[in-house]
Nanobody
Framework: QVQLVESGGGLVQAGGSLRLSCAASGSIFRINVMRWYRQAPGKQRELVAAITSDGSTNYADSVKGRFTISRDNAKNTVYLQMNSLKPEDTAVYYC??????????????WGQGTQVTVSP
């Protein structure tokens, strides 16, 4: 069984910074891709950033140059450093990890979500 625990959300003024973390634990053989999504009220969930097992990254256009995704494989953790935050970044942020629980079992797991609120 795999568990994901997110942390780091909160309330910040526009222009401020936050760092989100998502730590995986349990039966983990290897972690493949790690992603951050967000969902604002009344909107669909959208992909914010992703990082592959070899460290390749990609970002939504709306966050390029402001957000940085990184991973610590030894800690089974993915981070999202968010700088120059804007009110439109307000959303619940979810991590999504592609995990090999065993050599033969691969699945995607979601974190519980963490609220990020950016005030004007």
């Amino acid at each position: 069984q795999v568990q994901l625990v997110e942390s780091g959300g909160g309330l910040v003024q526009a222009g401020g910074s936050l760092r989100l973390s998502c730590a995986a634990s349990g039966s983990i053989f290897r972690i493949n891709v790690m992603r951050w999504y967000r969902q604002a009220p009344g909107k669909q969930r959208e992909l914010v950033a992703a990082i592959t097992s070899d460290g390749s990254t990609n970002y939504a256009d709306s966050v390029k140059g402001r957000f940085t995704i990184s991973r610590d494989n030894a800690k089974n953790t993915v981070y999202l450093q968010m700088n120059s935050l804007k009110p439109e970044d307000t959303a619940v942020y979810y991590c999504n990890l592609g995990i090999w629980a065993t050599r033969n079992h691969y699945d995607y797991y979601w974190g519980q979500g963490t609220q990020v609120t950016v005030s004007p």
